[in-house]
């Protein structure tokens, strides 16, 4: 009897003592776990349909305006985000900056003095002539007999005497000719040069903010590296009472850090992907080897 009992993992006393106290315990077990198994089997796939249900991106990006690839959401009016890149903290832009500054500056000066010059050259020629230069009288215009002046000769000239319907189909411009349908833009290719102390920044414009109401929404942006891998990432909560919708993260472009190709920003909204782009590094890097971020997100 002990050993049947010691097989129900509900019973912790002996057959005996667990029949006089509760005669019908066994049953009730077998019950409880038969509802169980029932219900985990029941609730099996609708916890996977639920998790299937969660996704509202689409796989497929499409292109946006500024060449930002977007994940378009099955949700109407769903929260969205455009992404846009800047060179900050750059010494070399700054110098070629200041150096068209200068030049811009040389030229107008330039500018002025030759004006200048040419306005004394008109007013020394005007006082060279003086008084000296004396008006000639005009020819009168023979009249006939009936006091009527003549027209004067046109020498032959076509122009005067074409008429005037061809005259407006001469001036006439061409219509133009509108351009190719359902051309797809290149995506947006921006390059930047390694240089130690500079660095990318990239503006997240976020679109539709309240698609899902009133409710602060959690970002995280990503940076990959040529080969795929996380280099940096940054979570960013955006409430409803920010002013600016737009986020902002960085990326060193320093050549002791970063290696030339390719990099990828995406854009995550609750750890799902809604936008991504990417940049292309240029020059000579000293890093052996990119750095991976293998923290979580």
């Not at 996380?230 to 009472?241: L, S």
């Not at 986020?247 to 030339?260: D, G, N």
């Amino acid at each position: 009897m002990s050993d049947s009992c010691s097989n129900d993992p509900l019973s912790t006393q002996p057959e005996s003592l667990s029949n006089l106290r509760h005669p019908r315990s066994r049953a009730a077990a077998r019950a409880r776990r038969f509802f169980a198994a029932t219900v985990i089997g029941l609730c099996a796939p609708w916890t996977l349909l639920g998790t299937v249900a969660c996704s509202t991106r689409s796989t497929t990006p499409t292109i946006g305006p500024d060449s930002t690839l977007v994940y378009s959401s099955r949700i109407p009016g769903d929260v969205q985000a455009s992404i846009t890149f800047a060179l900050r903290d750059s010494q070399r832009r700054e110098e070629m900056r200041r150096l068209e500054r200068e030049r811009q500056r040389q030229i107008e000066r330039e500018r002025k003095e030759r004006e200048a010059k040419e306005r004394a050259e008109r007013a020394k020629e005007k006082a060279k002539k003086g008084g000296k230069s004396k008006k000639t009288k005009k020819p009168a215009k023979k009249r006939d007999a009936m006091g009527v002046t003549p027209p004067m000769a046109t020498g032959g000239s076509s122009a005067s005497a074409a008429p005037a319907s061809d005259t407006a189909s001469v001036a006439t411009p061409r219509p133009e000719v509108p351009a190719a349908k359902g051309r797809v833009p290149s995506p947006d290719e921006r390059a930047f040069e390694l240089e130690e102390g500079a660095r990318v920044q990239a503006s997240i414009r976020i679109e539709n903010p309240y698609g899902r109401g009133k409710r602060p929404l959690l970002f995280h942006t990503v940076w990959l590296n040529p080969e795929g891998k996380r280099v940096f990432k940054k979570m960013t909560e955006w409430t409803p009472n920010d002013t600016s919708q737009v986020l902002t993260t960085s990326l060193t472009i320093s050549p002791a850090k970063r290696t030339a190709g390719r990099y990828g920003l995406q854009v995550f909204l609750f750890r799902e992907l809604i936008a991504e782009k990417s940049i292309q590094l240029t020059g000579t890097s000293t890093a052996q080897q990119e750095k991976d971020d293998a923290g979580g997100m």
